[in-house]
């Protein structure tokens, strides 16, 4: 549907409120939403010098919604006051108009009746503080760069202001919000040349000054205009009469917006937790460089008292205690030196002190029998190994619950298994270099066979000196023919890509990803019976991974698209699949599910038939 009829029903509905005065009857539910009997002032009114405007409909509405969801153009700093007169709706503002300007108040869905909350959906209502009436407008959508989804209530902000840093230090000149389609449109626009920008706004600000805010932008300069473009027709009825028809045209065409989160260094201490006597949690907003530090200032020590843990990714540190004393204290200061940037960029170290405290839940008192000896205490290291069905391509992870002083490697065994012969199978160990509790088998596993994982007791030990216990389990590998493959074959590709196969699932987990430089045929090897989603990312710099944007650089996000289909692989089966990449913004992630279409269709044509039959 082109954009000025868009825009056009979205007047109508308004019009159509204002025109239709009737009351409800009793009977049937209520489904039709409020009338607007009148404004004050009048719609597209000029030069208006009040200092509120007041709608009264044929019904009781609720305010409520209209506090939340009522956008003005252009902004104002200070909020207006929200009042109910009887079945008036005012609008009073907190501050004084601009003169010689056009306002546009945008109430989405919020205005509702009081009884069966029917809203009228998409009300708009604009007047001028001058002798003119600005009818520019600007619309498009708001999309998520890298999941392409809609993005909901994001601010969508024109700055008059050329440079960029004016979306950062100043209030924009018009403003306007998205909907659930992620659909936005800025109404009476003044000429002129403007940079359009969209944010979801977490502190109200109008502003983009956190970095956790999502962003866009446009790449060209928007000059809004309008052109009308007339359409003739004869209508034969005696004497031929011509009759001339049209419709405004609205400039620049319908805009794509790519919102993303800027790469930036801003380093801090997010959280801290002692969840457990012997062990400190620390969480930090970035990855921490080798410069991070950790001392403890109470209680006072001078022997070695830590093992430091930290994540992939390195902005969670765990702490772990290897002095009882200190374990033993319900309280535990620290302090912590990290590097940050300061106010000219550069890096400096910042000083943290942090106090934990940790009390031990009571336990049940138990009694010992006479002559019993003292219980030792041991670890269990723990693995993913599937007993029943253990994933060919999986590799064996052993992990144990505390950081290891010893692990003697020798003592872990694995056997392959036929009939009760069991036979001694060569292995390398490998340890996780991101963890001191973890370690890694790697082996080119057989289908369908039958293996045996052991490792003597007290291979391993811990920072305490406990050992570890005895671990034997016997397991089976999955079927070959359990798995499906999918051929997908590329074209009308201009370059390199990342094509990305992902759990179809809200978090569109990464599975597999294979790089490309071109057309061609790929292959998904080893997928388990499930559905998938395939996405491709143009790398436009080579470099393997996705690229977020910039906005001092100018630099958009890299494009992304996805396979339109939801493909359900089926076990021992082969999926071949065309795809011709034709990237346009105006994509719309719409993936066909084939399964669950058939599935609808299939209840559909069982409730005809069903109704049919009610009615023989």
């Keep these: 549907m082109p954009l000025a009829i868009v825009i056009t029903f979205f007047y109508l509905i308004f019009y159509s409120s204002c025109a239709n005065i009737g009351s409800p009857t009793g009977g049937a539910k209520d489904t039709i939403p409020p009338v607007v009997f009148k404004t004050v002032p009048e719609l597209r009114s000029t030069n208006f010098k009040g200092s509120d405007v007041r709608f009264t409909f044929d019904e009781y509405i609720i305010p409520d919604e209209v506090r ?70 600007v619309a498009g959508y708001v999309k998520n760069a890298l999941n392409q989804e809609p993005v909901e209530k994001a601010l969508v902000l024109l700055h008059r202001n050329m440079e960029y840093t004016a979306f950062v230090d100043s209030i924009p000149d018009y403003i306007g919000t998205t909907n659930k389609e992620g659909f936005f449109m800025i109404d009476n626009v003044a000429k002129g040349e403007y940079r359009l920008y969209a944010l979801n706004d977490a502190d109200n600000s109008l502003t983009y000054n956190s970095n956790a805010e999502l962003i866009a932008f446009a790449d060209s300069l928007l000059i809004p205009s309008a052109k009308y473009v007339a359409e003739t027709d004869t209508i034969v009825k005696g004497l031929d009469t011509l009759v001339v028809t049209g419709h405004v045209d609205y400039y620049p065409e319908t805009q794509y917006l790519m919102m993303f989160e800027e790469e930036k260094f801003d380093q801090y201490l997010d959280a801290s937790k002692r969840n457990q006597a012997n062990k400190c949690d620390f969480y930090f907003s970035e990855s921490l460089s080798d410069s991070f530090r950790i001392n403890l200032l109470k209680p006072t020590t001078e022997k070695e008292w830590s093992f430091i843990e930290s994540n992939l990714k390195r902005d969670s540190i765990t702490v772990w ?94 056997y392959s298994m036929v009939d ?104 998904f ?92």
Aim: glycine share 4%; hydrophobic share 35%; aromatic share 8%.
């Design 68 to 137: 939340e969801k009522l956008v003005i153009s252009p902004p104002m700093k200070k909020k207006p006051v929200i009042k109910m007169k009887g079945k008036t709706l005012i609008i009073e503002f907190a501050e004084d108009l601009k003169n010689n300007s056009t306002y546009s108040l945008d109430f989405k869905d919020a205005v509702a009746d009081n009884n069966e909350k029917n809203p009228i959906e998409d009300l708009r209502f604009s007047f001028s503080t001058g002798a003119s009436f600005d009818s520019l407008r």
């Design 420 to 523: 009760t012969v069991k036979t001694l199978i060569p292995i390398e160990v490998e340890k996780d270099t991101n963890s001191i509790r973890k370690y890694f088998i790697e082996h080119d596993w057989e289908p369908n066979a039958n293996y045996l994982f052991q490792i003597d007791s007290a291979a391993a030990r811990n920072i305490y000196g406990h050992p570890s216990n005895k671990t034997e389990q016997k397991f089976r590998t999955q079927k070959e023919d359990y798995y499906g493959k999918i051929f997908l074959t590329l074209s009308g590709l201009s370059g390199a890509a990342i094509v990305q196969l992902l759990a179809n699932d809200k978090e569109e987990r990464i599975l597999q990803k294979i790089l490309v430089l071109g057309d061609g045929k790929i292959e």
């Design 321 to 414: 205690l290897t002095d009882t004393i200190i374990s033993n204290s319900d309280s535990l200061k620290f302090e912590l030196q990290y590097e940050v940037l300061d106010s000219l960029d550069r890096m400096v170290i910042k000083r943290d002190t942090v106090e934990l405290v940790y009390t031990e839940p009571k336990a049940p008192k138990q009694k010992k029998k006479k002559g019993e000896a003292p219980e030792v205490q041991t670890i269990n290291l723990s693995n993913n190994i599937n007993s029943s069905a253990h994933d060919l391509y999986q590799r064996i992870k052993i992990e144990a619950p505390e950081p290891l002083t010893s692990f003697d490697l020798s003592k872990i065994r694995l």
């Design 525 to 616: 090897p080893f997928l388990k019976p499930e559905k998938y989603i395939i996405r491709l990312i143009l790398d436009s710099n080579k470099n393997g991974k996705w690229d977020t944007g910039f906005l001092a650089g100018h630099q958009q996000p890299e494009s992304v698209v996805y396979f339109p289909k939801i493909i359900k692989v089926r076990s021992n089966f082969e999926y071949k699949e065309s795809w011709k990449i034709d990237y346009h913004p105006n994509f719309k992630k719409e993936l066909i599910d084939e399964e669950a279409e058939k599935e609808k269709a299939r209840k559909k044509e069982q409730e005809k038939k069903a109704a049919a039959k009610a009615s023989n």
